[in-house]
């Protein structure tokens, strides 16, 4: 038994799928299938159920998946730590984070960690709120910054919370709902929504649509344009929307979930040693959220 032979098991079983698990790990596809055999004999029990060009997990297989998967992690943990101490570490940081705060923050914020760690090359792209605990989980990033609608139990991800911030229910001034001394759920469902959606294979409630119409957009600021202009509505960050409600462009709409508050979190993985410009840029985002 082997870590690839684990790391092909475990990705075969998220994908469900031998195909897309080796275009996911750029290897063979015959290479992957004679690993598991392997594997398999080695155990002496299948992993796989198999139908056609699907794959699931065998009751053994189901097992011992979690087992395998704390493996890996421990395995990427110690492989971090070694580069740590041989100075390697950081070199190149993938950060993602979601448009929930504005992107003049996020500009200077840049700026400010190339010029105090100028060693380190830092890649920053917008993700969906729903997708920034998985791409940590699964290795895409090293940390992702964002609104925490639903905290997971995931032994792979740490969450740092930094802050609260408000999410309001708004439309356009001019809206019908916007009118309203007290809007029903049934207006709410029958007016057009803008929701947020995500790639992310795990259900997550809190951004489910909860009009019958609706439209989903992956980033806050095209959710709040479609509500702008195609006479929507939407929940959105206020750090995003305050100067709009002052200039009375937007209206909070009275509704019991109108007003609510969500944790804006750091998502790391699990053992991960501590990074200065991390710690230095949670500091700052959480001094910005406290002060607003």
């Known amino acids: 038994m082997n870590l690839s032979q684990l790391e092909a098991f ?35 029990v299948e992993l796989f159920q198999r139908s056609g060009n ?15 998967e704390s493996v890996l ?5 110690i492989r971090r730590t070694c580069s740590q101490v041989s100075s390697e570490f950081a070199a ?17 914020l840049a700026h400010k960690l190339n010029n105090l760690f100028p060693n380190t090359s830092f890649n920053l792209f917008l993700a969906s709120s729903g997708d920034l605990a998985n791409m940590v989980a699964t290795q895409q990033v090293d940390f992702a910054f964002g609104v925490d609608y639903e905290r997971l139990d ?32 049934e207006e709410l469902r029958k007016s057009m929504q803008a929701v ?13 649509p909860f009009s019958r119409r609706y439209i989903g957009f ?23 929307i305050r100067h709009y409600l002052r200039e009375q462009r937007l209206s909070v709409i009275k509704h019991t979930y109108g007003l609510t ?25 959480s001094d910005y959220l406290f002060d607003f």
């Open 196 to 208: 947020m959606v995500y790639l992310n294979e795990k259900d997550n409630p809190s951004l489910e």
């Open 261 to 285: 508050q969500e944790d804006y979190c750091m998502f790391s993985t699990s053992g991960t040693a501590e990074n200065p410009a991390m710690v230095w840029l949670a500091d700052k985002i």
């Open 92 to 108: 190149e940081m993938w950060i993602a984070r979601d448009d929930s705060l504005p992107d003049s923050l996020w500009q200077d």
């Open 154 to 185: 995931d032994p792979r991800i740490t969450y740092q919370p930094l802050g609260k911030i408000r999410m309001m229910s708004v439309c356009k001034a001019t809206h019908p709902l916007a009118k309203l001394k007290r809007v029903a759920d």
């Open 54 to 68: 699907n794959v699931t997990l065998s009751e053994a297989g189901k097992a011992i998946y979690k087992d395998c």
């Open 73 to 77: 992690i421990t395995a990427t943990r």
């Open 218 to 240: 992956s980033s806050f600021e095209y959710i709040l344009n479609t509500i702008l202009t195609e006479n929507a509505w939407g929940v959105l960050p206020e750090p995003l």
């Open 10 to 44: 475990c990705t075969i079983a998220d994908t469900g799928s031998v195909s897309e698990a080796a275009r996911q790990l750029e290897c063979n596809r015959t290479k992957l299938s004679m690993s598991i055999k392997a594997l398999e004999k080695e155990l002496g």
